[in-house]
């Protein structure tokens, strides 16, 4: 009798256990919440601009991860896709480069709301223009009427690239 109560007592937990697992989806217990979506590829949302007493910045907002930049002095800025030139006033360009990274949607619709194309009076940085939103490519150009001297970094929460351009020696904004 004993041994029919123990095999009636499993074959209960057996059933409990079933039944309570068929309520509860499988991958429910090895399931993370999730903070908030981020977006798996870069999304570049804004660009702004600041004179400092011994130096101009440029401030490129990221939505995502942020995934390394490149800066590269260039002899005139073109647009990606087309190759038209950018028609931005200037004699030094540095084009800043973000990939992978896009400045649109999943749906194709304009994420960023920075300059598309803008004259910046400031002693160094004389303009900005959005150059490339292409192929998984976002560029963005800064034009400059002397040789810039310069240095990057970024920041954290929110992600931005940050391009600090040194006055020249005895300029003050």
Known sequence: MLHRQRLAAVAAGIL????????????AATERPRATTQPATALVVNARWGGHSTFDRLVIDVRGPMRPVTVTPVGALHHDGSGERVP??????LEIRFSPAAAHNESGRSVYEGPRLLKIHLPMLKGVALTGDF????????AFDTKPAYKTFTLHSPERFVLDIAHPVGCRA
């Open 16 to 27: 409990l256990t079933a039944g309570i697992g068929a309520t509860i989806p499988a991958d």
């Open 88 to 93: 931005l006033a200037g004699k030094y360009f």
């Open 135 to 142: 192929e998984g490519v976002v560029t963005i150009g800064a």
